[in-house]
């Protein structure tokens, strides 16, 4: 059954919660991405049709203190907003994310010389093509030694948000 837009925060709060993950105190990384792969899967409405992606970003970022970070986002392109009939109408881009933070460590030292990274946005469609492109997302992470070493690591902090992206 499909959930409006808004409460996709609530709902991911929800699936964390069934697995004995509170949002604001995730300790198992590869835990709280099977949750996130199970929020991945319900259907969003409210949205439009091509406008449900998802991402996996990390770095350092102000907002964080500058703690190495990583997180996993899904974007939604929001169809009920506005006057859709203006000529310059464009939806409205809401991210629902779960941002882990870790203590610095030597394992990953030299991610601040990244940047902000992330592997892009995914539109692939609810069901197995979605998850197929987690499980690539998956092996993508694991490709890099300073990623894999935070997947296995315990975070020290953890939020869950609903936002206006960008």
Same mark, same amino acid.
């Given at each position: 059954?499909?959930?409006?837009?808004?409460?996709?925060?609530?709902?991911?709060?929800?699936?964390?919660? /069934?697995?004995?993950?509170?949002?604001?105190?995730?300790?198992?990384?590869?835990?709280?991405?099977?949750?996130?792969?199970?929020?991945?899967?319900?259907?969003?409405? @409210?949205?439009? %049709?091509?406008?449900?992606?998802?991402?996996?970003?990390?770095?350092?970022?102000?907002? %964080? !203190? #500058?703690?190495?970070?990583?997180?996993? @986002?899904?974007?939604? !392109?929001?169809?009920? !907003?506005? #006057? /859709?009939?203006?000529?310059?109408?464009?939806?409205?881009?809401?991210?629902?994310?779960?941002?882990?933070?870790?203590?610095?460590?030597?394992?990953?030292?030299?991610?601040?010389?990244?940047?902000?990274?992330?592997? @892009?946005?995914?539109?692939?469609?609810?069901? !197995?093509?979605?998850?197929?492109?987690? @499980?690539?997302?998956?092996?993508?992470?694991?490709?890099?030694?300073?990623?894999?070493?935070?997947?296995?690591?315990?975070?020290?902090?953890? /939020?869950?948000?609903?936002?206006?992206?960008?």
């Amino acid at each position: 059954m499909p959930i409006p837009w808004s409460a996709g925060s609530d709902a991911f709060s929800q699936i964390l919660r /069934r697995r004995a993950i509170e949002p604001d105190a995730v300790r198992d990384v590869a835990a709280a991405w099977d949750a996130f792969g199970e929020f991945l899967q319900i259907e969003v409405e @409210g949205i439009e %049709n091509d406008g449900d992606g998802f991402i996996v970003e990390w770095g350092k970022w102000d907002w %964080n !203190a #500058d703690q190495p970070s990583l997180s996993f @986002g899904r974007l939604l !392109a929001v169809n009920d !907003a506005g #006057d /859709r009939d203006a000529p310059d109408w464009q939806p409205e881009y809401w991210k629902v994310e779960l941002q882990l933070v870790f203590a610095e460590d030597p394992a990953w030292a030299d991610l601040d010389t990244l940047g902000h990274q992330d592997t @892009g946005f995914d539109y692939d469609e609810i069901g !197995a093509p979605r998850i197929a492109a987690l @499980g690539e997302t998956r092996r993508f992470i694991e490709s890099y030694p300073q990623l894999a070493a935070m997947w296995r690591a315990e975070p020290t902090g953890s /939020r869950l948000t609903l936002e206006r992206a960008g």
